[in-house]
């Protein structure tokens, strides 16, 4: 509820900026140009109901920003949240002056106010204060851009717009200073007539010295009680953390073994701060970006149950059981034990929606493993710039064959490749995919040996396993080398399949089940039975000499 509040009058504040903007741009045509402008783009804002919703929006927007400030348990935060609060804190402060001159001055004394009034306020009577007007509304701005960046740098599609956002952030304000400019020195040379601006503030209806007063003392009463409500969202994070220290202690241990304690109330993500402890989070502990979530290991019982906006996360991102986002809960007391799922390197993508096998399943898929025969003694004769370029056509042309038949590249692992195929879509199609992935390398390697034939002393020859079985699935490994890969008897199996090619002189040894899984028909291969390591009973395979005569 706090985050859509704070969302939706965020962006209602930043569409009436953005108006702002938009209407000093006519003043690169003329002063009259914007003030038809204005009473276009701004006749919704001084209707009662588009008043309300702005000042109300104000006045919801300023005081989530006291919550935010009491909800923290710790007041280290990026350098980004910290210029947005910091913005965010001092607008009101530094915009008090020019609401009360323009809309208080119009509303207590009734005053003409058009742009050629402001502006005269703004740069010929106290041209300070137009700086400052300057200042404030380009801090509103980054302000609100900061805002829309946390908001959508976490959506799948946010990269490929963001060149267009980038460039709106950047032309907006820098045609309505402009524009502002261009209106500012046309009322500046015409204020520069004492008996042109004497006439004008008599008929704009210039608030006179006592009405003045009254004004600034209306910006002093706002600015003590925002000052106020500033100290006491201060005050009352001291008060919260005795009222918790009282109620008792929450004992957190992470998956490395080690164990910190924090009062109840704070989440999981806060402690972890607090305690200098590594923990992803993308979106800085709002709840969108799923990074900092954990599963819980011990302790399930201690927590509250998540709310609806943190199932959805959940949900977006297909976790697990016992899994939960780490900003968003608060241990209520007693033993609490996790395991953080991701790295602290985490990137905004590892928060997108993904395939739930990547938490890791058992799944029946085929798994092909490919190596270069005889390399070592190839790599020998070879200048090591000589090896790298061969290394980088073989890799090229074996994982364009895995990728053209379905294939997940799992890695190349020395001169050897392995792949995975069949993780969506079962055994069946897996089989036939990985049958028709190595036969495209046969024809791959061919074609390689004779575009490479001045270069090559002989031919490269290849040996492939492939084997379909259970295996365990899963998104592993460490820091930035995260990929899916696979574990299991049936990865070591197509593996020893691999290293059989060489006892039968063939390109392809494939499993008896595979070719069952495929459903074609390899009659006129040889069927032999083999011993695998690690297996007690044989196993029958096909034993292909090259694997281009496969059957497409």
Not at 339 to 362: H, M, N, S, V, W
Request: proline share 5%; glycine share 8%; charged share 20%.
């Amino acid at each position: 509820m706090v985050r859509s509040l704070r969302l939706v009058t965020g962006l209602i504040l930043f569409s009436y900026i953005t108006l702002h903007f938009a209407n000093h741009m006519a003043g690169l045509w003329s002063l009259s140009a914007m003030d038809a402008t204005r009473n276009v783009l701004h006749a919704p804002w001084y209707t009662p109901v588009g008043t309300s919703i702005l000042y109300g929006s104000l006045l919801i927007h300023a005081c989530l920003a006291f919550y935010a400030i009491y909800e923290r348990r710790k007041l280290t935060v990026s350098f980004n949240e910290g210029l947005q609060l910091i913005l965010g804190l001092s607008v009101p402060l530094m915009l008090v002056g020019h609401v009360l001159g323009t809309r208080g001055a119009y509303q207590l004394f009734g005053a003409n106010v058009d742009y050629t009034y402001v502006l005269a306020a703004l740069w010929h009577v106290d041209p300070w204060n137009g700086v400052r007007q300057v200042v404030v509304f380009l801090a509103a701005w980054t302000h609100g851009c900061l805002g829309i960046y946390h908001w959508l740098h976490l959506k799948p599609w946010y990269r490929r717009w963001q060149p267009f956002f980038f460039a709106f952030a950047l032309l907006i304000p820098a045609l309505s200073l402009t524009g502002f400019s261009q209106g500012s020195k046309a009322v500046v040379e015409l204020a520069s007539d004492p008996a042109w601006f004497a006439s004008f503030q008599f008929h704009a209806k210039w608030p006179n010295a006592e009405s003045y007063q009254q004004l600034v003392l209306i910006k002093n009463y706002f600015t003590a009680g925002f000052v106020a409500m500033l100290i006491s969202a201060f005050a009352l994070r001291y008060v919260r953390s005795g009222i918790e220290r009282w109620r008792g202690i929450v004992r957190l241990t992470y998956d490395d073994g080690n164990t910190i304690q924090f009062p109840p109330g704070r989440s999981i993500l806060e402690a972890s701060r607090a305690s200098n402890v590594p923990h992803a989070s993308v979106c800085g502990g709002r709840g969108r970006c799923s990074t900092c979530r954990v599963r819980v290991t011990r302790g399930f019982e201690n927590l509250p149950a998540a709310s609806d906006a943190e199932q959805k996360v959940l949900a977006r991102v297909n976790a697990g059981i016992q899994v939960r986002l780490a900003c968003q809960t608060r241990p209520n007391s007693g033993e609490v034990e996790v395991i953080r799922l991701l790295p602290t390197t985490a990137k905004p993508e590892d928060g997108f929606p993904t395939p739930e096998y990547l938490q890791g399943q058992e799944r029946e898929i085929a798994i092909l493993f490919a190596d270069i025969r005889a390399f070592t003694k190839l790599s020998e004769k070879k200048l090591p710039y000589d090896v790298v370029f061969l290394l980088n056509r073989y890799f090229d042309a074996m994982g364009s064959a895995v990728t053209a038949c379905n294939g997940h590249l799992d890695k190349f692992i020395g001169d050897g490749v392995m792949a995975l195929f069949g993780i969506e879509d079962g055994p069946e199609a897996g089989s036939r995919d990985a049958l028709a992935a190595a036969r495209q390398m046969g024809m791959q390697i061919a074609q390689l040996n004779r575009a490479l034939a001045n270069d090559l002393d002989e031919p490269l020859r290849i040996g492939i396993g492939i084997h379909c079985g259970p295996a365990i699935v899963g998104s592993m490994g460490f820091g930035d080398v995260v990929s899916v890969t696979a574990v299991g008897d049936s990865v070591n199996t197509a593996s020893r399949l691999e290293t059989q090619t060489k006892e039968f002189g063939a390109e392809l040894v494939v499993s008896e089940t595979t070719v069952r899984h495929s459903g074609l028909n390899l009659s006129e291969f040889a069927l032999e039975r083999v011993e695998i390591r690690g297996r007690s009973e044989p196993m029958s395979v096909h034993v292909i000499p090259s694997a281009r005569d496969l059957p497409e």
